[in-house]
Every structure is written in structure tokens, then in C-alpha cells.
């Protein structure tokens, strides 16, 4: 299950699914890299005018299915959310999975891609910094220090410490085990219905977003619950919900987010420090083992989705 490790002058292969970002923010994060010890391989022409997305989807989705098989890579990381990926999901539905495993790196509209491979191709990925965070030098200390230790096999597992239990089911001191499957919550709410939904039984739900208001968290959290996501699942852990208004915060915490948890016949959690986060953005890897103890103060250990040098 576990992928083979990054080492000095490999190839890291760069996509752009969705949206584009600067052309600065591109060339730093090609030099970040560089400075990793790692081949940056961009598609050439990589962005072109559009209202919405990097490229048109047939360049999009060329440059991907390029990455993805591609024999001689082990990364691929994305350069920037935004919007797009799932106007490629009908083709890429169709795509069978490489032989060649590898990594993936993205979060937001990544989520999409995500999903598609944790479940249908049984891949793990990685939820993490975008190249353009790279690139500005946004990526620091321990966040830093854990998402290299992953790509280059130095550590084995990451521990998210002291997540607050939400209701009752959460507090009780047990230990929960499965794979951690999510990502953007209003990404994973474009999907239902479509043949890319996420199907979670038996996992551990993740959960973060960025601009949306409490109203929409609430109609996102009660379709969730109206098809039955939260049934299925063994637990819920909400990372970084980032929103502009104090008043916005106070109604989601305050409000939406307790209503919701109490509602639950499964363990909802908060405090994971991973999402949107301008201060913090620790990676979390997906679709691998996983443990989630409960009680006074949770602690979730995942366990990394490269094998140890």
C-alpha cells in the first residue's frame, strides 16, 4: 500500500487541474523545489488565458494523464486549487490506474482527485501545501519539517494532538481505526451524485473549508446526513474552517457546528490544524491506516503513505 520514498534528483511531476496561479508564484515554487533537491517537470504551456481555469480541459487533462503515467516520476504536485477538476471527472472515470504508483499533493479543488484516487484506484495521497504556498515561502517550522519527512520516507506517521471532542461519543475513551477519506467540504458536496462520490463507509471523515457562510456549512452538513454519510462513517474530524466575519465564526461554533454534533450517533472532533490556514496548512495523508483515540482530548494518528528509507 505504502509508496516508495522521494530521494535526491527525482522527478517531481507539476499539474495545474483547476485554476492557475501567478506566473511568479509558479517560477518560486519551481525554485523551492529545485532547492528540495528535486527535478521540477512543468508542462510546456502549461497556463493559458481563461476566466476560470489554468487551461481548457482538454490541456488539463492531457497534462494530468501525462503525470499520471509517466514511469519515471514518484510526485505529483499540484500547483493550485481553485475550480475545475470535477469537469474532468467523466473522462478521467474511464482512465485505468498506471501500474506505476505514486504520490499526489494538493488540497481545496484537489479534493476531487482525491477521492477518485483513494476509492476507485485505491491509492493513498497526500492533503497538503499547493506549489504556489511554496513558492511564496508560506510552508514553515513543523509543517515544513513533517511534510518533507513524509515525501522523503524519515517518518513514519504524523500525531494531530489535543482535538476537542464534540459530543458525548467523542468524549468516551476509546479507540477508533480506519482510513481518513475528505478534504474541502463544498468540493465533496459537488459530488454527490455523481459516479465520483465518495463513499464513506468505515472511514474517518475530514472536513475543512475556506469563504463559505454558516447557513451553507449547515445545508452542506444536513445533505451529508440526508444520504447518509454520517451512518456509515466511524467518525468526524473538522480541520480549519476559515471565515471572515467575527459573527460568522461565532454562528458556526457557536451554533452549526454544535447542532450538528450532537446529532450524531458517531464521535465529531475538532482542532485539526489542517485546511485553508494563511498560519498553518500540516499535511494529512489520506486513504492510509489510521488511528483516532477518544476522550477528554483526542489524538489521531495517521500513518504516512511513503515507507520508510
Not at 522523503?152 to 458525548?168: E, S, T, W, Y
Not at 476509546?174 to 468540493?187: E, Q, Y
Not at 469563504?211 to 452538513?221: A, F, N, V, Y
Request: one cysteine or more; charged letters at 25%.
Amino acid at each position: 500500500m505504502q509508496l516508495e520514498a522521494l530521494q535526491p534528483g527525482d522527478i517531481v511531476d507539476l499539474v495545474a487541474p483547476a485554476s492557475a496561479c501567478s506566473r511568479s508564484d509558479l517560477d518560486q515554487g519551481i525554485c523551492a523545489i529545485r532547492e528540495l533537491g528535486l527535478i521540477p517537470r512543468v508542462p510546456k504551456n502549461i497556463f493559458a488565458k481563461s476566466v476560470l481555469f489554468s487551461n481548457s480541459d482538454e490541456r488539463r487533462l492531457e497534462q494530468l494523464r501525462v503525470a499520471l503515467y509517466a514511469r519515471d516520476s514518484k510526485l505529483i504536485w499540484c500547483i493550485r486549487g481553485g475550480y475545475g477538476v470535477l469537469r474532468l471527472m467523466p473522462e478521467i472515470l474511464r482512465w485505468r490506474p498506471p501500474q506505476h504508483r505514486k504520490l499526489v499533493l494538493g488540497y481545496s479543488d484537489i479534493t476531487t482527485l482525491h477521492q477518485h484516487l483513494n476509492q476507485q484506484w485505491n491509492w493513498p495521497s497526500l492533503h497538503g501545501p499547493l506549489v504556489d504556498r511554496l513558492g511564496r515561502g508560506a510552508i514553515k517550522g513543523s509543517e515544513r519539517r513533517y511534510l518533507l519527512g513524509l515525501l522523503f520516507g524519515r517518518v513514519d506517521q504524523i500525531c494531530f494532538h489535543n482535538l476537542k471532542p464534540l459530543n458525548a461519543q467523542a468524549k468516551a475513551s476509546r479507540v477508533i481505526r480506519g482510513k481518513v477519506l475528505g478534504g474541502n467540504m463544498a468540493v465533496l458536496q459537488s459530488g454527490l451524485g455523481t459516479p465520483s462520490a465518495m463513499d464513506p463507509r468505515g472511514t474517518i471523515l475530514f472536513f475543512e473549508d475556506i469563504g463559505e457562510r454558516p447557513h451553507r456549512m449547515d445545508r452542506m452538513l444536513t445533505q451529508f446526513e440526508q444520504v447518509g454519510w454520517f451512518r456509515n462513517a466511524r467518525a468526524v474530524v473538522l480541520g480549519d474552517f476559515i471565515l471572515g466575519e467575527s459573527k460568522d465564526r461565532r454562528n458556526l461554533w457557536k451554533d452549526v457546528i454544535p447542532r450538528f454534533a450532537e446529532a450524531q450517533k458517531i464521535p465529531v472532533l475538532c482542532g485539526l490544524p489542517v485546511g485553508h490556514s494563511s498560519r498553518r496548512q500540516w499535511p494529512l495523508p489520506l486513504n492510509t491506516w489510521a488511528e483516532l483515540a477518544l476522550g477528554v482530548r483526542g489524538q489521531l494518528t495517521v500513518k504516512s503513505p511513503v515507507r520508510l528509507k
